[in-house]
């Protein structure tokens, strides 16, 4: 097999692991990696909406916390969330005019 998916924790979807170069895949191969992560990539604009939703009630916490450890922890877990919602813009605008590549 050229390609496969492999589910990503971090992010939430599937991403596509090239096991040959995209430029050795057959247009057959190709056509099969890009309608399979055209349905992954329809999934991502929900998956930015729920981490946008954690960070809101992790934002919530925050602004009612006292404690300062606590609050470090919260701004922590909240960039990190940000960090994923960055990723998937960039793996978002992975579509059919660019060749699908590991982003590790």
């Not at 929900?46 to 981490?51: M, N």
Request: with cysteine; aromatic share 8%.
């Amino acid at each position: 097999m050229a390609y496969e998916f492999v589910y990503d924790e971090r992010l939430g979807i599937e991403l596509p692991v090239l096991h040959v170069p995209w430029e050795q895949m057959t247009e057959r191969e190709r056509a099969a990696l890009l309608h399979d992560w055209e349905r992954i990539r329809g999934t991502i604009p929900d998956r930015i909406r729920q981490l946008e939703l954690a960070i809101v009630e992790k934002q919530k916490r925050l602004d009612e916390e006292d404690d300062f450890p606590l609050s470090c922890k919260l701004n922590g877990e909240i960039a990190e969330l940000a960090s994923r919602i960055t990723d998937l813009h960039l793996w978002f605008r992975v579509d059919q005019d660019a060749s699908v590549k590991g982003h590790q």
